[in-house]
Structures are given as structure tokens and as C-alpha cells.
């Protein structure tokens, strides 16, 4: 069969709830970007996004989700939010994300913890070490060159 994708059907009725939420998956699974979050580290959005397929996967619900409906991207978006904290159990992220009550506490934690975030602060910061040297180098030239003007 064919995949009608989100955008396509977005307002229109004539799919049943089951096929546009599938539908609306997928999007996301489309959505997600190269760190793994739908926009650079992690946000709102994606704790939004976490509840959701945390609530998806529930024993009531659709627990094998992932391989049922072959969205491994959003599998592991999910697994990757899940697994930050050994401290803190995944159903209260959901809660807190569902709630928005210390969503901002869980967004600061993961971003200090997960290894990709880390890892781009850490560049970032090299970055920035790196250019700061390098303007402080074009200083330090330039007054050598006024000190030589001024003892000739």
C-alpha cells in the first residue's frame, strides 16, 4: 500500500484516527534531525513528544510500537530521552511533560548529561577558546607594532 504522508491528509476526515495518528508518527519520525531531537537539543517539543510515545508504548496501549509500525528513529528518540537519568524513572518525564511541572528541571538535566549535548557544548566552547586566542594574538601584533612606532 501506499504511505499518504501527514501534510497531505492534514484537515481532511476521510481516514479513520488510527491511520491519521500512524500518519502523524511517521511525521515526527520524518521530523527528528541529526542530533536525535526535532530541533538541536532538547526542548519542549520533544518532552511533548516523549509523553506521547511514552503513553503509546504502555502495556494497555501498543507496547511494540516500533517494530509494529517501523518507526526506529522515534524508537530510539524515545529510548534516548528514557535513559538519561538512571535516577529518574521514564513515566515521571512523561509526567512532567504532560503537566509541563518541571519540564524546564528535566530539559537542564538531560542537556547536561546526555553524551551528544555534551559533547557540542564542548565543541562550541573550543570554538569559542579558539577564536578568542586568535583575536587576542591580532592584539598582542598590533601592539607590538604601536610600541615600535613609538621607539623609533
Same mark, same amino acid.
Given at each position: 500500500?501506499?504511505?499518504?504522508?501527514?501534510?497531505?491528509?492534514?484537515?481532511?476526515?476521510?481516514?479513520?484516527?488510527?491511520?491519521?495518528?500512524?500518519?502523524?508518527?511517521?511525521?515526527?519520525?520524518?521530523?527528528?534531525?541529526?542530533?536525535?531531537?526535532?530541533?538541536?537539543?532538547?526542548?519542549?517539543?520533544?518532552?511533548?513528544?516523549?509523553?506521547?510515545?511514552?503513553?503509546?508504548?504502555?502495556?494497555?496501549?501498543?507496547?511494540?510500537?516500533?517494530?509494529?509500525?517501523?518507526?526506529?528513529?522515534?524508537?530510539?528518540?524515545?529510548?534516548?530521552?528514557?535513559?538519561?537519568?538512571?535516577?529518574? #524513572? *521514564?513515566?515521571?518525564? =512523561?509526567?512532567?511533560?504532560?503537566?509541563?511541572?518541571?519540564?524546564?528541571?528535566?530539559? /537542564? $538535566?538531560? %542537556? +547536561?548529561? #546526555? *553524551?551528544?549535548?555534551? =559533547?557540542?557544548?564542548?565543541?562550541?566552547?573550543?570554538?569559542?577558546?579558539?577564536?578568542? /586566542? $586568535?583575536? %587576542? +594574538?591580532?592584539?598582542?601584533?598590533?601592539?607590538?607594532?604601536?610600541?615600535?612606532?613609538?621607539?623609533?
Amino acid at each position: 500500500t501506499t504511505r499518504l504522508r501527514y501534510a497531505t491528509v492534514f484537515r481532511l476526515n476521510s481516514l479513520s484516527r488510527a491511520e491519521r495518528s500512524l500518519m502523524a508518527l511517521r511525521y515526527f519520525e520524518d521530523a527528528l534531525g541529526p542530533s536525535g531531537f526535532l530541533v538541536g537539543d532538547l526542548t519542549y517539543a520533544d518532552l511533548g513528544l516523549f509523553y506521547m510515545l511514552y503513553e503509546l508504548g504502555e502495556e494497555d496501549n501498543v507496547p511494540d510500537w516500533v517494530e509494529r509500525f517501523g518507526l526506529p528513529r522515534l524508537g530510539a528518540f524515545r529510548d534516548a530521552i528514557a535513559a538519561f537519568s538512571k535516577k529518574r #524513572d *521514564p513515566s515521571k518525564i =512523561a509526567a512532567a511533560a504532560r503537566g509541563w511541572t518541571k519540564a524546564s528541571i528535566a530539559v /537542564r $538535566a538531560f %542537556l +547536561r548529561t #546526555d *553524551p551528544r549535548c555534551v =559533547a557540542r557544548r564542548r565543541a562550541r566552547i573550543q570554538e569559542e577558546v579558539r577564536r578568542t /586566542r $586568535a583575536r %587576542l +594574538r591580532g592584539l598582542e601584533k598590533k601592539r607590538r607594532r604601536a610600541s615600535l612606532i613609538v621607539n623609533c
